[in-house]
């Protein structure tokens, strides 16, 4: 088993996308946000990213519509307008504010489109890493995260040449585009996935979507929270002192390693229980510091932007996690995210500010953040549990079926021996029989020896289950299932046939095109739809080493390099 700088190395050809990923968040903290030398720039912030989804909502319903799928042309076109468009807000408004210009509606417009082509380009590179593993998704996210706060830290100490640093940083987003494309993909990686993680629940698909959305349900509440806290207690931006300054940025890198770390400990239960448990903690700690120092809100703060910062990687995560599962095109489960996440903290901000009757009430306002942060636990956690249960319920139903199986294929057994026993001695009677005497060996319908003799073929054990559970359905909520639609997840049974079956022509052209092997399209088949190569061998029942001897092979004789390639070429070039 791999370990330290070795396990390590794997994820090199990943340091382009992770500092583009960085890059993009850095350009859009610092217009936006004002590098956070406040937890945020009230109106600024909020209102604008308000604004920002807005637009982003009527480009996810024109995509839900329409079933689009961008193509990869496409995808490059939309990410080199977003950079250019991401750096010259951040270059314009100092430049703006220095020659006189600027003004509220000024600076809100240019927060608007920073917020807008920021996201975009943040989109691009979380759609690089969808079909990855649980750990490398973690190292992917919370890596980029705790590089970016180096990078928005120095920007606030530098004060207005900070802009001109983070439309650099967004430029330098296109020579990672390039290097990107010439490394291994993020879904090329082997990595650990737990089986009770977002990325784990393979073999039980419905449950996996349900925790999914309840999972989202529980980011929107808890990002509620987030919005309240970071005006407490009347809307206002929190100022920051330079040691709690130092203090949020340190606290926050030292938990995305932490985190990075049990991952590569395969830890269970780390982004699941153990991640909602630590957001909960940090907006508990934010509430009870507030209210303990009523004069350094700044030290409250300090919690407040490491939970919205933990957050922002959690969401990231659990976007990937969407484009993963779900069938749509990347941008749509990438925009609902943002909606869901960001929208809830902008209007509990904007709320907040707007509405006195909240501003001037702490209790108030403490018991809406107590209530959210109960009922995010209860939906998260509830949910969690709920799963594991199915899954343990499947399991024993699973072990009962296979008994029984046993059980009768045992039976059929003796009962064939003591057919062959009355065949051998009464071989001659079976040899005068005429329908004996004129039956193929292998033809179906016609009789046998052995059939005369009365015995018949024992099953095969996986072949039944496989017949079973794929003509087994569990019942769901209408309410539930409505979710699942709305977020994409609603690819049923049928729709996955259709996939697979597609593939697998895909698949067969390939191999007759470049004298591919019968495994080989098999391998190519499963490989193209976007499973490990771990899983891959689990379900063709040959080793993980076989499973990836093959792969090379398919891409020694298609001259392809990636997933991504075959893909396109199947694309392309199949039908």
């Not at 991401?86 to 430049?95: G, N, R």
């Not at 585009?177 to 990595?191: F, P």
């Not at 190569?533 to 080793?543: D, G, H, P």
Request: hydrophobic content about 45%; proline content about 3%.
């Amino acid at each position: 088993m791999p370990t330290g700088m070795k396990l390590l190395s794997l994820y090199i050809p990943l340091i382009p996308s992770i500092l583009g990923l960085c890059f993009a968040r850095a350009g859009l903290i610092v217009a936006g946000y004002g590098s956070y030398t406040h937890t945020d720039e009230g109106i600024f912030t909020d209102g604008a990213m308000l604004v920002a989804l807005s637009i982003m909502a009527v480009i996810l319903l024109v995509i839900g519509a329409r079933k689009i799928r961008l193509k990869k042309r496409t995808t490059n076109r939309i990410m080199h307008t977003c950079i250019v468009l991401e750096a010259a807000c951040a270059l314009i408004l100092p430049l703006a504010y220095i020659a006189g210009l600027s003004s509220p509606n000024v600076h809100f417009w240019l927060c608007v489109a920073v917020t807008f082509f920021g996201s975009f380009a943040i989109f691009y590179w979380l759609r690089r890493a969808r079909g990855c593993g649980s750990t490398t998704a973690v190292l992917y996210v919370f890596s980029a995260l705790a590089i970016s706060e180096v990078e928005i830290y120095i920007c606030s100490l530098i004060g207005t040449y900070g802009f001109y640093v983070a439309a650099a940083l967004t430029l330098l987003q296109f020579p990672c585009m390039l290097s990107a494309r010439k490394n291994k993909l993020a879904n090329d990686i082997e990595s650990f996935t737990p089986n009770d993680d977002f990325f784990g629940f393979a073999t039980t698909l419905l449950s996996s979507k349900r925790f999914l959305t309840a999972t989202a349900t529980s980011i929107g509440v808890l990002s509620v929270v987030d919005g309240f806290l970071r005006g407490y207690p009347d809307g206002a931006p929190i100022a920051f002192q330079p040691v709690t300054r130092v203090a949020y940025g340190l606290l926050t890198i030292t938990i995305c390693c932490i985190v990075i770390s049990m991952m590569m400990r395969k830890r269970k239960r780390v982004m699941t229980v153990g991640m909602f448990i630590l957001l909960e903690l940090f907006a508990c700690a934010a509430l009870v510091l507030y209210a303990a120092f009523p004069d350094m809100p700044d030290i409250g703060a300090v919690f407040t932007t490491t939970l919205n910062a933990l957050l922002v990687a959690f969401a990231w995560y659990i976007i990937i996690a969407f484009m993963s599962f779900g069938w749509r095109d990347p941008y749509y489960y990438a925009l609902g995210g943002w909606i869901v996440w960001l929208g809830c903290r902008a209007i509990a901000r904007v709320t907040l500010i707007n509405v006195q009757s909240l501003s001037t009430n702490d209790l108030l306002i403490n018991a809406i953040m107590g209530t959210c942060v109960v009922i995010s636990t209860q939906v998260a956690l509830g949910q969690f549990l709920k799963v594991s249960q199915l899954e343990a319920d499947e399991r024993h139903d699973l072990h009962v079926r296979r008994m029984e199986r046993l059980e009768k294929q045992l039976s059929r057994a003796q009962a064939n021996v003591e057919a062959l026993t009355i065949l051998k001695d009464n071989a001659g009677g079976y040899s005068e029989c005429s329908a004996c005497a004129n039956a193929a060996p292998v033809s179906a319908g016609t009789a046998s020896p052995l059939q005369c003799a009365g015995i018949s073929p024992v099953e095969n054990v996986e072949q039944d289950e496989t017949a079973e559970d794929n003509g087994t359905t569990r019942p769901g909520s209408s309410h539930g299932m409505r979710l699942v639609r709305l977020m994409g997840l609603d690819e049923g049974d049928s729709i996955a046939d259709i996939r697979k079956a597609t593939m697998r022509n895909n698949a067969e052209q390939m191999g007759k095109q470049f004298l591919l092997s019968d495994r080989e399209v098999e391998v190519l088949a499963l490989y193209a739809l976007g499973w490990t190569q771990k899983r891959v061998a689990e379900e063709l029942y040959i080793s993980p080493s076989t499973a990836h001897a093959h792969i090379k092979r398919i891409y020694a004789k298609t001259g392809l390099h990636s997933r991504q390639e075959i893909l396109d070429f199947m694309d392309q070039y199949t039908s």
